[in-house]
């Protein structure tokens, strides 16, 4: 592990409940496992994390796992909220700490930071950029904006992300420093070598599939490609399964039968899909950072993913990349690089290198550092 450079002062962090409750597995609660696994192996640093209840991949492995996590019943994840929610109100009164970073959003984190600094990290601003004036969408728009406004320091997890909160929120620049993301997996796995989870020639797709993640685009792309091969398919892998609307959707573009839904379990089977894939095609048309970028760069996998936003900043020269907006582009782009097994060795070769500068351990220092400064 990466030390700190310099005298560490004594400290307690306090880290809230929020997340952990919200997601079983995903982008921002992995970035605060990450962070509080390895902040609390520093000497003199104290970690807070005080969760009655959840169901989190990532809380296993800081707190490990107990009876609840396997009983499953409606309304579970309401419940754990709820209890939570009281017993980290009852700890924050009861024990002293330096410095509070919630981990989400809410009118509870705002009021428990009994004096001290608070912390944020935004890890996009998607709602602010796509959903401004959608009812079901003010809330979390207000209450982000507060939090913006209550914090003492900010991280963005990107440039194109403070560069957003300086745009769309007026923040002033002193207030905002850039922290990137670490990659969670073996750099520099060679292609085809992890245990084989689809045995099919496929291309990869990961994560959710809402409006501004592009997926309705991406599959009408893919419609001549998979017309030429008739062998390849698309695996999803992660989100939720597909709704009763993208699967009319995909059936009108005759590809349904070709399309496989992967959930997934643990990194393994993560790794195991990207090493395995032809290609991860990100076709988003906004991200606040881009997680499955450098997880495919580390994974042997060459990316295809878009112009623009962070995208772009995330992959450096490591991948191809098109304009989200346009389906022919992503044909001609994902034709290339399928068809191309030397261009698709010079990627993975890329991305081995552009993998190797994120690191959570430096993730891990900068934002001890900005604790500190504060």
Not at 156 to 162: D, L
Not at 280 to 290: A, D, K, N, Q, R
Not at 349 to 369: E, I, Y
Request: proline share 4%; charged share 20%; net charge neutral.
């Amino acid at each position: 592990m990466q030390q700190l450079q310099g005298k560490i002062r004594n400290m307690t962090i306090r880290y809230d409940y929020q997340i952990f409750c919200e997601q079983p597995y995903g982008g921002i609660s992995r970035y605060y496992y990450e962070l509080i696994y390895r902040l609390q192996q520093k000497p003199g640093i104290h970690i807070q994390l005080d969760i009655l209840s959840a169901d989190n991949i990532f809380l296993e492995q800081l707190k490990g796992k107990n009876f609840w996590n396997d009983l499953q019943f409606k309304g579970k994840k309401d419940l754990n909220r709820l209890l939570s929610n009281a017993y980290d109100s009852f700890a924050a009164r009861m024990q002293p700490f330096d410095v509070f970073h919630p981990t989400y959003y809410s009118k509870t984190s705002l009021n428990r930071t009994a004096g001290k600094p608070m912390v944020i990290t935004i890890h996009d601003m998607i709602d602010e950029r796509f959903h401004q004036g959608q009812a079901s969408y003010e809330n979390i728009i207000s209450l982000r904006a507060k939090h913006i406004h209550q914090a003492n320091k900010i991280i963005a997890v990107s440039e194109n992300t403070r560069n957003d909160l300086i745009e769309l929120c007026g923040v002033d620049p002193n207030k905002i420093e850039t922290i990137y993301h670490g990659n969670s997996f073996n750099v520099n796995i060679e292609r085809f070598t992890q245990p084989r989870l689809i045995e099919q020639e496929y291309l990869l797709y990961t994560g959710k599939r809402y409006a501004y993640k592009n997926f309705k685009r991406f599959a009408e792309s893919l419609i001549p490609i998979m017309q030429a091969n008739p062998d390849l398919y698309l695996v999803c892998a992660g989100g939720s399964a597909f709704k009763n609307a993208e699967l009319n959707h995909l059936k009108e573009l005759q590809i349904l039968q070709r399309v496989i839904y992967q959930p997934i379990q643990d990194n393994e089977q993560l790794a195991s899909l990207y090493n395995h894939a032809q290609c991860l095609v990100y076709p988003s048309l906004y991200e606040g950072f881009g997680l499955p970028i450098i997880e495919a760069f580390a994974c042997g996998c060459p990316v295809i993913t878009s112009k623009g936003s962070s995208t772009a900043e995330i992959a450096g020269d490591a991948a191809v990349l098109i304009d989200p907006n346009n389906t022919n582009d992503m044909t001609e782009k994902i034709r290339e690089v399928f068809n191309n097994p030397s261009l698709q060795n010079q990627l993975v070769q890329l991305g081995h290198n552009r993998a190797h500068l994120f690191n959570w351990d430096k993730t891990a220092n900068q934002t001890l550092k900005l604790y500190q400064a504060i």
